[in-house]
């Protein structure tokens, strides 16, 4: 499986990487005596580390019936990613969140932002990051990503007939 990895690597295919580097890392997890060696948290390590690159390579797949599950993966991951919050950026070596998210949301149909972000989880992030601006933190999400969120919700508001969607995104957007 390390060398599938590999070979994958070799050809700038990360996704398909990442998943042979998975599979090495439940064999060794699955034989007792395999656990301890250092090979398997070097794996893990790795993992970690392509993570977000494999998340951009798997949303960007098309949108086709072969890809609909590897795209699920990489939107739970993503959703994984923002529940982790400002810890992400320690946790799997994403060093410029803001344009990663700016990325994936970019990859994303309306639709799947708003599963990703619900407007009540919007609305949160919108009250926080006024906070946390004001204390000069970082914020999870910037002002880019959260109007590209924003727009989502109204487009799929809008295409889905969902009025409540509507007026509760134009209620979030009138004083950012």
Known sequence: ECAIAKAHFEKNQVSQGFEALARAQCLLRSK???GKLKLLSEIEESLEGLAPACTLELLAM?????????RHGAIAALRELLRQGLDVEASCRVHDWPCFLSQALGK???AEIVDLVPWDSLASIRQNKKSLESQNQRV???????YTVLM???AFGFS???TVLVTFSHILGDGS
């Open 32 to 34: 007792v005596s395999l």
């Open 62 to 70: 098309p949108r086709a019936p072969d890809n609909a599950d590897r």
């Open 108 to 110: 994303l149909m309306a």
């Open 140 to 146: 999870v999400i910037d002002f880019d990503c959260f």
């Open 152 to 154: 989502a919700h109204i």
């Open 160 to 162: 889905s007939r969902q």
